[in-house]
């Protein structure tokens, strides 16, 4: 889509026409963007960093610093002009999803206590769905993946933003993709991707009891991740990844393959690949308990 195709959508000014492919926050890694961008101290910090940027929309003052190689529009408010957008392409094209009606294998055994979606919904061969488990629209189920009791796939996530004096969800147009061998435990919950793609979790990946996965998070395979954890926005988890009961990971955060979180730890940085953190706000284990240790003294 170019941005011309968006003007009397929203009220902008176009300066530079170009493509994008996909809506996105400056921090997020879809192809061909179009990002917002509200304020000068993210101009440096991440709009000049992410080369998966091709268009902006941003006041009038900031546009002589963007690029002559990305696409530009200004508004008075870019950041409700974005969302504006996002709005428009959620409810009134197909740009981010386009219907089908529900495939499920006949291999796959669906209690008749469950709920799926009549569209948009795929279930692959082996998979198991207990009683009270609703799978809404826009959700992607591999092969031999066994989602328990009361369990919800898809659900819309927790993103609010405030505009003048009402405060909104902004609505989530993305899919949760679960891929083969996954298990995910009663009354956990699993959150639409806000934009295009996919919350997405890893072949084998075991996800425990009352454990909420937000939107746009990544989870890679052969995870384990206890009953109560938390992970929100836009965490992205490698491989053979161990979380432990009520962990709380911050948006945003990145934890390497075979790292660990201990139980109840709040995690507000990067996780180095094979580091094992502990405690609120999460260190590295061994720094974790010395400190307590001091305490104890």
């Given at each position: 889509?170019?941005?011309?195709?968006?003007?009397?959508?929203?009220?902008?000014?176009?300066?530079?026409?170009?493509?994008?492919?996909?809506?996105?926050?400056l921090s997020h890694d879809a192809?061909?963007?179009?990002?917002?961008?509200?304020?000068?101290?993210?101009?440096?910090?991440?709009?000049?960093?992410n080369d998966r940027v091709a268009c902006v929309i941003a006041p009038r003052e900031l546009a002589p610093a963007i690029p002559d190689s990305l696409g530009l529009a200004v508004a008075e408010d870019p950041r409700g002009c974005f969302y504006e957008i996002h709005d428009h392409l959620?409810?009134?094209?197909?740009?981010?999803?386009?219907?089908?009606?529900?495939?499920?294998?006949?291999?796959?055994?669906?209690?008749?206590?469950?709920?799926?979606?009549?569209?948009?919904?795929r279930i692959g061969r082996g998979t198991v769905i207990e009683p009270n488990v609703t799978v809404l629209e826009h959700c992607l189920i591999g092969e031999e993946v066994v989602l328990r009791a009361g369990s919800v796939i898809g659900a819309e996530g927790?993103?609010?933003?405030?505009f003048g004096d009402t405060v909104r969800i902004i609505p989530h147009a993305g899919g949760v993709a679960i891929r083969d061998r996954v298990e995910i435990q009663a009354n956990s919950v699993v959150c639409r991707c806000v934009f295009r793609g996919f919350t997405e979790i890893g072949e084998d990946t075991k996800i425990s009891t009352l454990v909420n996965v937000s939107h746009n998070v990544r989870i890679g395979k052969r995870c384990r991740i206890a009953s109560g954890a938390c992970l929100m926005g836009s965490v992205r988890i490698g491989n053979d990844v161990w979380i432990g009961p009520n962990a709380t990971i911050s948006n945003q955060i990145r934890v390497g393959d075979g790292a660990a979180v201990s139980l109840g730890a709040v995690v507000v940085r990067d996780v180095p690949a094979g580091q094992r953190v502990s405690g609120n706000f999460a260190v590295e284990h061994r720094r974790f308990l010395a400190s307590f240790r001091n305490l104890l003294q």
């Open positions: 889509m170019r941005l011309s195709e968006l003007t009397g959508i929203a009220p902008f000014e176009l300066v530079r026409d170009s493509e994008f492919e996909s809506l996105g926050l192809p061909r963007m179009l990002v917002v961008l509200y304020d000068a101290k993210f101009l440096r910090r991440e709009l000049l960093k959620w409810r009134h094209t197909d740009f981010y999803w386009s219907d089908f009606d529900s495939e499920i294998s006949p291999e796959a055994r669906v209690h008749a206590a469950a709920c799926v979606a009549p569209r948009n919904v927790f993103d609010p933003k405030a």
